[in-house]
Structures are given as C-alpha cells and as structure tokens.
C-alpha cells in the first residue's frame, strides 16, 4: 500500500471525526437539524467517498475511462489523472469540514 493511500485514509477519518463530534456550544445553537448544516455535511461526504474511492481504486478506474471507448490504449494509464482528482474532491471535502459552518453563517443561514 502506498504512502497516497494511507495519508487519504488519515484525511478521511479526520474528516468524518470532526463531523460526528462536533464542537458543541453551551446554548445548543450546534443541535442537529437548527441550521443548514446538513447540506454542508452531505455535500462534504460525497466530497469525501468520490476522493477516498479515487486515490484508492485510481489505477482500475484509469483502466475503466479507456475501456467504455473501445480503444487500445499504448500509453500507461490514466490512474494518476484519477489519483489527482481524486484528491482535489479530498481538500474540497477538508475545506467544507473547515469552513462549512463558517459559510452558512456568512450567508446569514447559520445561527
């Protein structure tokens, strides 16, 4: 296993920590369900499983992009191409854990 998976796993799991344990506040201003927070979570997590699958799957979904053309491909494939996108998902989904809340309450949907 090489050192892109297991740092992707490490970004991964801190991200779902920080979204099961929130920093909750005395007033319960954090509760489930109070603001939009959800959405932010929701568009995270896709963020997360499609970066997570790429920068581990890359190389078989590289193989996959050129076999749907029915072209041979002489070239190596396209994994790194995946690998990276797979990680720009990946910082996408660490900016929302971030400043998602920060977001919402910018845009006035926040408490």
Known sequence: MNRSRWISLIVAALCV???LFP???ADGANEP???GSGHVKGAGAVLLFL???CVWWSETLGDALWAGHGA???VPSSGGA???LGWIFLIAAVLLCMVGDRLLAA???GK
């Open 17 to 19: 920590a920080v979204w």
């Open 23 to 25: 920093q909750g506040r």
């Open 33 to 35: 369900g109070r603001d």
């Open 51 to 53: 970066g997570f699958v």
């Open 72 to 74: 041979w491909n002489p």
């Open 82 to 84: 995946v690998k990276l």
């Open 107 to 109: 845009a006035g949907l």
